[in-house]
């Protein structure tokens, strides 16, 4: 054939690879092809039949002709191994008729020798040894085509199969991302449940299927819920099903599943698919974030399901997101079951607890302190009185009987509310550096001294400063303190500055400043202007009808604080607990309960005889079996005795004299010195 030498089949291959390289679409891809063979193959008809691996068949997908036909149109299908098409696709090899006049074999021949061919050359377009399809040309004109034509054909289609396979990965990429981007646009504004809805919606949608549906795995591995159903043209209802019979087993075992035609068949067993008259499927698992199966994503159709190359990644992208929905809302349902529980425990206890402050809530509203009794009643309407006013108040009491809730009762009703309560343990601080901890000090002032220090009656300036244990302050230390309550000014340590603070000052003790005012240990000019209002705390053993009522409240505190499911206290317990002295007040009673309900593992408190080897009101041995009689700090010093004495002098750790008496270990210390107490020469600290 004229013009088929080299150098022109060299230039039509390549006018074929500018071709490929400039063109983007379908169609102008394939007009370049045809215009570029058309120079050097002449042909009155030129096609290219694609394979769909689906449905396993060759469409007729580009043609260029000018032969009029009754069959042969783009969307035309053929068997492979039903024509000279599919021999083509099924061996691999290029296919030449010179003449059908004398040529024909297929019924194709036939029809195509119809439409007036009398030549053609059928060759295979192959991609890394796997057939995509063919591309022919076909002339009018017997003898047309030679083994030459055949063998420029054959490397054109290398070529043309190549752009076939990157223009198919390209439509299949646009065509998921555009599906992707409807979905995503469809479903990002809407999270929980309602995600879950608009998913299926979208996917139903997007995907072009009747069906779609999410679900989520019960326990026991094979029934399942569905949380969203798309039903055709509605959603559907919610409902439970055994993925046994069903097509969704696969899925629930961990593997997607693809059925494109015929799932009726093969799962008759699943009635839902005949109601729904349902031919395909696709299903993916649904994962949580440790890789566990929590459910499935599914589509369905009334038809042969189409694309699934496409479908794969959609669904398996929106299945990722479905897991990390369903897991969050689990997490959100286990999170209200949990505060649904701790609601329902505190309404309990504060049912149990309502009891014990309705009466003094509703005459003096002092919250923090429980009990009814007389002695209570008296001190509480006494710190209603001095509240409201900016007097120095000096409360008095044994330890462990609540002075230090009385100084926030009293700053909490009065005019500094909205300052700050500063509080100093006086026996807390060594005498070496209480005038830095109450004054402050400046860089440089002593040793160690690296920086500023603002002290706490500089902090307090506003509000109330609480000095517990006053009676402990070092008497170089009272003089300043004097001072400030005089004058209302002090110098930091270390500094010829004075500052001024307007500062209310709450004291407390339990001690007898005025014994010790005799004795030289405490000023007695600081005593008067300190002793401006004397509150006095009762000492427990004076209130014994508020035990049952703290018992009760320390009780709830500590059963929510363990999450012990101890309730109530029996009978014997509580009478023990009342007749019993509490040298160590309050304060006593609360490490008490305390150590029963950690140990107790039932709903009824019982105190066992190690916690209060006592019987009601004369105990054998003990703290109470002692002469009671003398000064505060007699009663005190047989107190931290006999507790050393039942600890076994050990003074720290969770079993320690200092952890029941609720003092620092170096503050049991001081006062262990100050009483002239001793550890006997065996003893353990």
């Known amino acids: 054939m004229e013009g088929t030498g080299p150098s022109a089949a060299h230039r039509t291959l390549l006018e074929i690879n500018n071709a490929i390289i400039s063109n983007l679409t379908r169609e102008a891809l394939f007009h370049a092809i045809a215009t570029a063979l058309g120079r050097v193959i002449p042909f009155d008809r030129t096609a290219i039949f694609l394979h769909d691996s689906e449905r396993d068949v060759l469409k007729l997908s580009v043609l260029e002709s000018t032969l009029p036909s009754s069959y042969f149109a783009v969307g035309l299908e053929m068997r492979p191994g039903e024509s000279h098409v599919g021999l083509v696709f099924k061996e691999q090899k290029p296919l030449l008729r010179r003449n059908l006049d004398v040529e024909r074999v297929f019924p194709a021949d036939e029809m195509a020798y119809a439409d007036g061919v009398r030549s053609y050359i059928i060759v295979p377009l192959v991609v890394r040894g796997r057939s995509i399809g063919t591309l022919a040309v076909a002339s009018t004109v017997p003898d047309q085509y030679t083994e030459t034509d055949s063998t420029l054909l054959q490397e054109a289609a290398k070529q043309i199969a190549l752009a076939i396979e990157n223009m198919q990965a390209y439509e299949a990429l646009t065509h998921a991302e555009e599906m992707l981007r409807e979905i995503a646009e469809g479903t990002a504004a809407v999270t929980g449940r309602d995600f879950f809805y608009s998913l299926v919606r979208h996917l139903a949608s997007a995907l072009h299927v009747r069906y779609a549906f999410l679900a989520e795995c019960l326990p026991g591995g094979r029934r399942v819920r569905t949380l969203a159903f798309w039903k055709g043209n509605d959603f559907g209802e919610n409902f439970e099903y055994d993925v046994g019979p069903t097509p969704c087993r696969t899925v629930i075992e961990g593997q997607p599943a693809l059925y494109p035609d015929d799932v009726q068949h093969l799962f008759p067993g699943d009635l839902g698919l005949v109601e729904l008259s349902a031919r395909s499927y696709f299903g993916v698992p649904v994962l949580d974030s440790t890789g566990r199966v929590a459910g499935h994503l599914a589509v369905m159709d009334d038809a042969p399901f189409r694309g699934a190359g496409r479908t794969g990644p959609v669904l398996r992208a929106f299945a990722a997101r479905a897991g990390a929905e369903i897991e969050r809302l689990k997490a959100e349902e286990r999170l209200r079951a949990a505060l649904g529980e701790v609601e329902t425990l505190k309404n309990r206890l504060s049912a149990e607890n309502a009891y014990l402050q309705e009466e003094i809530r509703g005459e003096h509203n002092f919250v923090e302190m ?36 009385i100084a926030r009762a009293i700053h909490s009703r009065s005019g500094r509310r909205d300052r700050p309560l500063v509080k100093v343990n006086c026996s807390a601080i060594s005498a070496g550096l209480v005038e830095s901890e109450l004054f402050g000090h400046v860089k440089g002032a002593f040793t160690g001294a690296l920086e500023r220090r603002i002290g706490r009656f500089e902090l307090a300036d506003g509000g109330t400063i609480f000095l517990d244990e006053v009676g402990d302050l070092p008497l170089e230390t009272q003089v300043k303190l004097l ?109 008490i309960v305390q150590r029963a309900v950690v140990l107790s593992s039932g709903r009824v408190l019982e105190l066992g005889p190690d916690l209060l080897p006592l019987t009601a009101g004369r105990p054998a041995s003990g703290p109470a079996a002692r002469e009671t009689s003398g000064t505060l700090e007699d009663v005190e010093r047989r107190y931290i005795l006999d507790v050393l004495e039942q600890s076994r002098w050990v003074i720290e750790g969770p079993s320690g004299a200092a952890k029941q008496l609720g003092l620092h270990p170096n503050t049991l210390r001081s006062r262990m010195t100050r009483f002239g107490i001793a550890r006997p020469p065996h003893g353990i600290s």
């Open 370 to 405: 429980v009990g009814s009794s007389p002695a209570l009643l008296t001190t509480l309407r006494q710190v209603e009185q001095v509240a409201a006013t900016d007097s120095t108040v000096l409360i008095l009491g044994e330890t462990g009987t609540g002075k230090e809730l």
């Open 483 to 591: 001072r400030v309550l005089q004058e209302r000014e002090f110098e930091p340590v270390g500094s010829n500055r004075t500052l001024t603070v307007n500062v209310r000052v709450i004291a407390a003790t339990n001690r007898n400043l005025e014994e010790a005012s005799a004795a030289g240990r405490f000023r007695a000019d600081l005593f008067y202007r300190l002793n401006v209002f004397p509150l006095r705390m009762p000492a427990l053993r004076d209130r014994r009808g508020d035990v049952p009522q703290l018992v009760m409240f320390f009780l709830a505190r500590f059963a929510k604080e363990f999450g012990k499911p101890v309730e109530v206290v029996s009978q014997s317990t509580m009478d023990r607990l009342t007749a019993y002295d509490w040298p160590g007040n309050v304060r006593e009673l609360q490490n």
